[in-house]
């Protein structure tokens, strides 16, 4: 579907700029970088008055910083630049963000970018799960200056996010989590092309006897309009040892907790059982991973 709408097309330099961009066209300005999603916000209905494209793939917002306390990944870093990353591939921490990027083919991760994954809103993405279950953050820029957003606050509904008026992302931050941390991703899609059916995201910090000493679970794809956060999977894990049936519990926990939608995929009692098996598989993966 074209965007018969669009007038001009602008590729700001500096992240100013593109405030000033937002500030002048409003509501009638779209943010682009990879633009993997423009269709499909197109066919949905969600572009209909569009007549300002910004493009910020110069805007010097692709680099990836390690830090102490912190990792930072620039809003038009590269789903393939995730996977080159040395740093992410090593960290058993962020092995959620490593699983995610293993999914999609390599036109989408030559072109797809972080920022878009997670400004588009859209709960049958990758990332944003994975970024979720590592108490992400993303990082928006505008008029007042920066502001980090958790995740969880961010996403506010089905393709909307908590973006002020004249802000745009800029960039993920993921805190850096205690030792004996680990974390894993798992989908299920139809092909290497498709949005997830469902997927899982888990993050787990062990003390030195083996029990949890905190976890995150999330599902998406399907799970709402937002992927969920499966709570009652977490306190079950909370203290306890991770083994065969704490894992099985959090499975059952995390399927109780979802209210899936039904779609032409698949039906929300499908949905609803896979939650349970990508979550266990998910517990199983990020635990290997643990030191």
Known sequence: ???????AFHSPADKASVVQLLQKHEDNALIVAGGTFLHGLA??????????????????????TINTDNVVIGATTRFAQLETSQEIAQEAWLGAVKDAIAYPPIQIMNSATVGGSIASSCPFFDLPTSFLALNGAAQAHGPDGSRDIPLEEFFSGLFENSLAPAEFVTAIKLPQPPANSASAFIKLETNANDLAIVNAAVALTLDAE???????????????ET?????AAENLLTGAVVDEDSIAGAGEAAKSGVDPISDHRASAEYRAAMAKVLVEKALRKALARVD
């Open 1 to 7: 579907m074209a965007l018969t709408s669009v007038e």
């Open 43 to 64: 066919s949905r209905g969600l572009l209909t008055g569009i007549e300002v494209l910004i493009d910020i793939q110069n805007s010097g917002l692709d680099n990836i």
């Open 210 to 224: 083996k029990k949890c000493r905190q976890a995150r679970v999330f599902v998406g794809g399907g799970m709402g």
């Open 227 to 231: 992927p969920v956060r499966a709570s």
